[in-house]
């Protein structure tokens, strides 16, 4: 394998391959991302990892957190989270396999898949529904302001305009059905409880930070 980081000597880039090179074939094989993008972003998982210690293997919960906070700009705990828990359900490390899949799913333009991370991140409580307490608690980030009536009757009027764009069946909750439904329409929906994907601007940084091609070929 081709130098892939300049800052590590031979006897590194060997270590790197000898480590990674079973699964960099694994994952190029089951991913719409190119070689390339996988060898990228093991590279940069593989020092944040070293960075633990000379035996860490493992990239941890609190150094995703920060990659959020600096790089997506994410500051909202619940929505990291959820992120997580949908690529590993490891409470303490964040594997490799995680690691890609995360910029998989940020990457890919196949709208079922976008539609199936972001409604299981809204799913807060894991019932398989959204119910009206969950759209009034995202409906709160919506709206600041120093008149608290007003931005209380905006978050109401919000809330109800969401319940009644997206519970297509009327029974007071809003059900997976419901909501590819309604995006299936009308994409720009996709995030309709909060922002979960990186903006276009932040997918360009993203992109030259971890020298990914695809997430350049994918920004709209």
Sequence with gaps: ???????????????????YGGLIRELVANSHLSQTDINCL????????????????????????QLFLVL?????VQ???????????????VSPQAWVQLFSLYTTKDLSVRMRFAFDIYDTKGTGFIDREQVSLACEKFFTG???DEITELRADMGEFIIKKFDIDKDGLISFEDYSAVVSE????LEFLGRLFPSP????????CINMDSILTHID
Aim: with cysteine.
């Design 1 to 19: 394998m081709d130098y892939l980081d300049a800052t590590i000597d031979s006897m590194e880039n060997s270590r790197f391959v000898a480590v």
């Design 42 to 65: 093991l590279m940069v998982y593989y020092k944040f990892a070293k960075a633990n210690g000379p035996n860490a293997k493992m990239m941890t919960k609190l150094q995703f957190y």
């Design 72 to 76: 997506f700009k994410v500051s909202n």
């Design 79 to 93: 929505t990291i989270d959820r992120t997580l828990f949908a690529v590993t359900k490891d409470v303490k490390y």
């Design 146 to 148: 120093e008149d608290e």
């Design 186 to 189: 009308q994409p720009c929906l």
């Design 201 to 208: 601007e932040d997918s360009e940084i993203m992109a030259h």
